[in-house]
């Protein structure tokens, strides 16, 4: 597979010599972040079977361009869709296409291929009526917050836009989904389609019904492993028997004309590590937007990816391109010529759990944009199980996503942003993200900084730590809970799970305690507790001068063990320098409410500029341009503005 960038899309092509390709669709939000996984799979299978496959980013959506309040959102994927199959038409060998597409990504595959000619259409669990899918939106958004956000107050006023996980559609994008109905919005124009349905509706039924009175060759298939492509964790293994239907599908509807010889290096997607330097940036295409440009990076012998993404200013060109007086202006604004080339600080983002380089609701991407437009680097990357790295695993377990092998991938991303020259990075990373930043710094005498997001622990020995299979709580939660009558109301009419969250607090308190006595006889023998243990890896980076941010949402689960490390206030932590500590009433765990996604921003502000200004007081002047850019710098953009929910920023 090679990282590929059409019309400020980007993609990946799985190369491969056969004559029909496969364009996948991705679902919406939430949804696409977890199907990548077996998009990557099943894309990595077609290639396999010579049937070249493109996966890729809508406009607006993931690695590529734009943002997702720009007018009509659906009718922006519907021509990404069209020129993904224009660029597969003009750049490979393929005579026929066929849209492949999941969820939403079905439905708008199937609206494509009644407005250009396509030769076949797989759709997976379409949705049939945007109006219901967007009551369905809803209905999540609210489950979401009545269980995980309960504590943080909504917003009183009726917004305008649908959000749902971290994700919004706004009017233009709603007034059009909401018209959408199959099968009356379909025309009769492809003549051979698959259906794949986890419960064989009469949603479905209808579909089949539309095709067939036109005479069109149309299957339906059950869709039994339609949890293992649309599920968030890594504990799924990819949805294998759907793969091979839709592969089996391609090949008999659709076969080649002329047996193929063996495959070469370039149709198994071999290429990526060689014809990609180990730096990657000479050969890998590249997307430009307002204020930044990004490049995919494949680094590390091949093994991990990421896409940097660099500041494009006009004060940077006009270095880059050596201009008449550049010096001279360089002078004027007190600003080192090395500052502008590579900027000595850089910001390097890691996975959240399983999910890929793009980050929960799309944040990194938005993160490291904004970072560009304001002179910093970054590099938003894979560890070597998950993503778009050479080795990413099904199914991942938690060890595999806390090990010391992840932390060492993170640490390798610190190396690479060093080498390109930028020599004050800092890793950021929510939850298990948090906790490979932390090992990663720590283990790493070159990184600068962390900004660490709901770390949940600070230790991980793989034995004790299991995924729970339901998500419990912070005890604040629940003793906050107490006072809503709704939350009774759940109680005694059994919709909640008493003795299964009583027993995990009950574990929680247990090991919490257990910990401190153990700590106590450690100290005792003169041994490092666990307690201790933490505050050393602290004292040392402390040491180091490496600046250090730890943000927490008032009730998030994480923050209990923080405070018995550290103390209530952590006080403990207040004593060293370089590090700033803050707790947040408006942060979900997650980040998906946009109000939290402020705080991070401001955070990883403050904690950028403090630093930018400390090293100013070591060497006597104006280290970094950041050190003198306005508090405002940061705030979201004049397009955001009218859907900004959130405080201003100060």
Known sequence: MRPIVFNECFGWLHDAEGETGVVLCNPYGHEALWTHRGWRALAAELARHQIPALRFDYRGTGDSAGNENEGDAIETWLNSIEDAVRYMRENTNVTRIVLCGVRLGGTLAA????????DGLIMMAPITSGREYLRELRIIQRRWRNTAAAHIEADSLKPDYVESLGFRLYPDSLRHLERVALPQDLQPSVS???????????????????YREHEINVEVDAFDDFTSLLSETGNCVAPLAAIQRVVSWVKTHLPEKAPH???????????SAADIASNGLSAAPMLCGEGFRETPVIFDDGRLFGIYCSPA?????????????VD????????????VETGKYAVLFTNTAVIHHVGEARMWVTQARLL?????????????????????????????????????????????????GHTRPSSVGICSGAYLCFRATAMNPRAAGAVLINQSFYSWSGTERVVPKLFVASTRVYLASIRRADKWKRLFSGQIPVATIANTLARRHLTKWRG?????????RGQDGHISAIRKEFRLMAQRGVNVSILYGDFDVGLEEAQTIFGRDFDWLRRLPDTRTAIERSLDHALFLYPARDVMTRVIKDHLRDAGLRLAEQVGGNAYPLSRLPVESVRPTAADAKYHTGETLA
Not at 192 to 210: C, G, H, I, M, Y
Not at 261 to 271: I, P, Q, T, W
């Open 261 to 271: 010889g063996v495959l070469s290096a370039r149709s198994m997607g071999l290429e």
């Open 328 to 339: 001279e202006l360089l002078h004027s604004l007190q600003i080192d010529r090395s500052s």
């Open 372 to 420: 560009a437009q304001h002179g910093i680097a970054s590099l938003r990357m894979d560890i070597a199980a998950l993503g778009d790295s050479g080795s990413a695993q099904d199914p991942v377990n938690a060890s595999t996503l806390h090990g010391m092998r992840s932390c060492a991938d993170v640490s390798e991303g610190i190396d690479w942003l060093v080498e390109a």
């Open 192 to 210: 051979n389609v698959l259906l794949l349905d986890p419960e064989k509706s009469r949603d479905s039924s209808a579909l089949a019904a539309f």
């Open 516 to 524: 401190r006595i153990i700590d106590l006889l450690s100290k005792l």
């Open 111 to 118: 609206l494509v291929a009644s407005r250009i000619a396509v």
């Open 313 to 325: 200013s006009v004060l940077m060109d006009m270095v880059q391109s050596d201009a008449t007086g």
